[in-house]
């Protein structure tokens, strides 16, 4: 069965650095989200991507964050400057149609740490 | 505005029955239902749309309530395997499918 993958599944950084996580979507989905999760809390939506844009983002979703689709199978969460607040789970979702409701399905997560 | 759930915790044996609720203080479009395993992604349950509608698969099921703007899980029979945090998406207004706005989960615990 089809699932979405992404890399690294840990991610230890220092504050202020720049980190890329990387999610490879269900082939023939369409639609690409990133979440978050801090621990123990729920999860949080960051920014939906469609047709090489973003299409909605959250209040979390500041100027330092960015996402991009490099090529036709990767989707990535950029974060220029971390910061001790940014340390959470990043889920990546993808769905295959809009218009109507459609499931979107999870990836397993990269826990990022910021020290 | 994220949807409220309720309870935030129940202690089961197995082979009882739990209802979860989740209500919205917004018109409800759609209805994600999701589990999350410590350490874990969400897994996806079900999707209910607008109508009223009911859904099942296996020993879980749901209902969606426009009106009351609320859907409840039951889980019949609960398993070991049930444990878990369950959440509650909301969809937007049109049903397009951009962001799920989740409630603030139900710790399930199955005990034997």
């Known amino acids: 069965e089809p699932e979405v993958t992404q890399t690294p599944s840990h991610q230890v950084t220092q504050m202020g650095q720049e980190v890329i996580l990387r999610c490879v979507p269900i082939?023939?989905?369409?639609?690409f989200y990133w979440y978050r999760q801090i621990l123990g809390q729920k999860v949080e939506f960051l920014v939906s991507?469609?047709?090489?844009?973003?299409?909605?983002k959250s209040e979390i979703f500041d100027d330092q964050f960015s996402v991009e689709r490099p090529d036709g199978s990767n989707f990535t969460l950029k974060i220029r400057s971390t910061k001790l607040e940014d340390s959470a789970m990043y889920f990546c979702a993808s769905s295959r149609t809009s218009g109507t409701p459609d499931t979107q399905y999870f990836g397993p997560g990269t826990r990022l740490t910021v020290l | 505005q994220q949807p409220v759930q309720s309870p935030q915790a129940v202690i089961l044996r197995e082979g009882e029955d739990a209802v979860i609720n989740c209500s919205s203080s917004k018109a409800l479009y759609s209805v994600h239902w999701y589990r999350q395993k410590h350490g874990e992604a969400p897994v996806f349950l079900m999707i209910?749309?607008?109508?009223?509608e009911q859904k099942g698969h296996e020993k879980i099921s749901a209902s969606f309530n426009e009106k009351k703007q609320q859907s409840s899980l039951y889980l019949t029979a609960s398993q070991l395997s049930y444990s878990g945090t369950y959440f509650c998406?909301?969809?937007?207004?049109?049903?397009?499918?951009?962001?799920?706005?989740f409630g603030t989960g139900t710790r399930l615990t199955i005990i034997p």
């Open positions: 991507f469609y047709n090489n844009e973003i299409s909605e």
């Open positions: 998406g909301t969809g937007p207004r049109g049903g397009g499918n951009e962001k799920l706005t």
């Open positions: 209910l749309l607008k109508g009223g």
């Open positions: 082939s023939n989905h369409l639609y």
